[in-house]
């Protein structure tokens, strides 16, 4: 029984390059969820998929974001031309779809980035 | 828009001491959940409980215990008999109630409580 899954746990990149994260999430769930948690605070809301459609975006999501999840399953984050302030914890979560009692939403370890 | 306060930032005590977070929350849904969720060191976010609105029984599992009350808008977390295992950063957490409202079930956190439990 493994959880969500998250990959690389840890990257630091220069300014301007981009970087890509991947999300595996409990593999009957249908939903599945970014986030991103700075210092200090709580995690925010990104973006979620409900199998392989993205139903709703953050305004928090700039055009630099984008989110896919081709096959229903796996999920990618890439932030292209990455700043200073991108540097947070990015957090996938999953869970299944509304109207079901597993409402429970699910999330992984993390991916650390750090932007030098 | 919906909103969660976790007034304590930090909360230091000494083991086995019993704890409680507080957690306050805004919403103008009339149907929705509630979450704790532990972060420890290593980053990642434990599910402990969700609570339905409709539903306003405490809940005990274990030495967590949950106080649930509508009228004032808050989910208090109380740890019994603390232990240096419990020792992490806890959040409360918000979302819509997506049977009602057909949308997402996305979280709205506080800006969570560091407890720390010392020998």
């Known amino acids: 029984d493994t959880g969500v899954s998250q990959n690389p746990r840890h990257k630091i990149t220069k300014r301007g390059q981009n970087v890509t994260f991947r999300c595996d999430p409990i593999s009957e769930h249908n939903r599945l969820y970014w986030y991103r948690q700075t210092l200090g605070q709580g995690p925010e809301f990104l973006t979620y998929f409900q199998n392989e459609a993205q139903l709703e975006k953050s305004r928090l999501l700039s055009d630099r974001f984008s989110a896919e999840r081709p096959k229903g399953s796996f999920s990618t984050l890439e932030i292209q031309r990455t700043e200073q302030g991108d540097s947070a914890m990015y957090l996938c979560?999953?869970?299944?779809?509304?109207?079901?009692?597993?409402?429970?939403?699910?999330f992984g370890e993390g991916s650390w980035l750090t932007v030098v | 828009a919906q909103k969660v306060t976790q007034a304590q930032t930090e909360i230091s005590v000494v083991e086995k001491e019993d704890v409680t977070l507080d957690c306050v929350y805004e919403t103008r849904d009339t149907t929705y959940y509630l979450f704790w969720y532990k972060q420890p060191p290593s980053g990642e976010l434990v599910f402990l409980i969700r609570r339905n609105s409709f539903d306003e029984q405490n809940e005990i599992s274990g030495r967590y215990s949950w106080n649930f009350q509508k009228s004032t808008s808050s989910f208090n977390f109380t740890i019994t008999a603390s232990q240096v295992v419990d020792s992490a950063v806890y959040f409360c957490a918000l979302s819509e109630a997506p049977f009602i409202t057909g949308g997402g079930n996305k979280l709205t956190f506080g800006t969570g409580t560091q407890l720390k439990v010392e020998l």
């Open positions: 979560a999953s869970s299944l779809s509304a109207g079901t009692s597993g409402n429970t939403i699910y």
